[in-house]
C-alpha cells in the first residue's frame, strides 16, 4: 500500500515580489505623470506679477490714517491666492489633480517633521533677521508686508486678517506654486537618479522662493527661511511637511505685524 506524499503548494509566479517603495522616494508611475512642468510654473509667476500690479494700481494711494481691509485683502492677498488657484487648476486640466502631483497627502507624521522642521528654521531665522538687521540696517532688512503696514495702524478687522494670511494661509498658497508646482516640474526632468531629483528640486525651488519676492536685499535672509522649509518636503516627499513648516517659521513675524499694526506694541 503506497501513501501519497503531500504535494508541495503551487509555487508563486513572484515569490520576491519588489518591495513598494517608501511614500517620501516614490515617484508616481509613469501612466499617471503629470503633463505640464516648466511652463506650468512660469505661467502661474506671470499671473502672480500680473495680478500684484493690477491690483496695486486699484488700490492706490491709501493716504494716511489707519489701513484699510481693501489694501490688505486686494494688495497682500489677491495675487498669491490668485496664482495658487491657477497652480490647482492646471493639475486638474493637465494631470491628476493636486493630491497627486503636488503630493498633497494628508499624514500626521508630516505634520510632526514639518513641525520640527518649522521650530529649527524658526530659530536660525530669528538668529538670520538679526544678524542681517545689524548688517544693512532696519530700513534694508524690513520685508516688503513690514514696511506696508510700518507707523501704521490698522483696523481690528483687517489686523486679524492679515495676521490668519500671514500665518496660515500665505504659506499654503505659496508652497503649492514653489514645492508644489515648480518641484514637481523639477523631478519631471531626466536626471541620473530619482535622488538627483529631489535634490535638484529642492535646491531650484529653494533658490527661486527666496528671488520671486523681489527683495533683492533680502535674498540672502530669504534662503535662510527657505532651506528648512524645503528640507521638510525633501524627508517626507509630501507638501503638508512644507506648509506647517512654513506656517511655523511665519509665526511670530505674522504676531509682530499684528501687535504693531494695532498699536499695541512697537518693535
Known amino acids: ?13 513572484t515569490p520576491f515580489p519588489e518591495p513598494e517603495e517608501p511614500a517620501a522616494t516614490a515617484f508616481l508611475p509613469p501612466a499617471r505623470r503629470h503633463r505640464w512642468g516648466f511652463g506650468a510654473f512660469l505661467l502661474v ?4 506679477l500680473a495680478s500684484a500690479a493690477f491690483v496695486s494700481v486699484l488700490v492706490g494711494d491709501t493716504g494716511p490714517g489707519p489701513l484699510p481691509i481693501r489694501v490688505v485683502l486686494l494688495g497682500t492677498m489677491l495675487p498669491t ?4 488657484a491657477v497652480a490647482v487648476l492646471i493639475t ?37 533677521a538679526y544678524l542681517w538687521t545689524r548688517l544693512v540696517g532696519n530700513a ?3 520685508s516688503a508686508i513690514s514696511a506696508l503696514v510700518e507707523d501704521r495702524k490698522m483696523s481690528i478687522s483687517a489686523a486679524i486678517v492679515m495676521f490668519v494670511y500671514l500665518w496660515l494661509l500665505g504659506p499654503i498658497c ?5 514645492r508644489g508646482l515648480l518641484w514637481g516640474a523639477a523631478e519631471q526632468l531626466q536626471w541620473r537618479s530619482e535622488r538627483w531629483g529631489r535634490v535638484a528640486a529642492f535646491l531650484l525651488s529653494t533658490a527661486v522662493f527666496a528671488a520671486s519676492h523681489l527683495e533683492p536685499l533680502r535674498t540672502t535672509l530669504l534662503l535662510v527661511i527657505a532651506v528648512p522649509i524645503g528640507l521638510a518636503r525633501l524627508v517626507t516627499g509630501r507638501l503638508p511637511a512644507s506648509i506647517v ?3 511655523v517659521n511665519n509665526f511670530l513675524p505674522a504676531l509682530t505685524i499684528l501687535l504693531g499694526a494695532l498699536g499695541v506694541a512697537s518693535f
Open 174 to 178: 505659496e508652497e503649492i506654486i514653489y
Open 1 to 13: 500500500m503506497t501513501t501519497s506524499q503531500p504535494r508541495d503548494p503551487a509555487p508563486d509566479a
Open 245 to 247: 513648516a512654513h506656517q
Open 81 to 84: 491666492m490668485i496664482a495658487a
Open 45 to 48: 509667476e506671470a499671473v502672480l
Open 92 to 128: 486638474y486640466l493637465r494631470g491628476n489633480g493636486p493630491v497627486a502631483d503636488l503630493r498633497l497627502e494628508w499624514r500626521w507624521a508630516d505634520v510632526r517633521t514639518g513641525f520640527r522642521f518649522g521650530c529649527v528654521g524658526l530659530v536660525f531665522t530669528t538668529i538670520g
Open 140 to 142: 534694508n532688512a524690513t
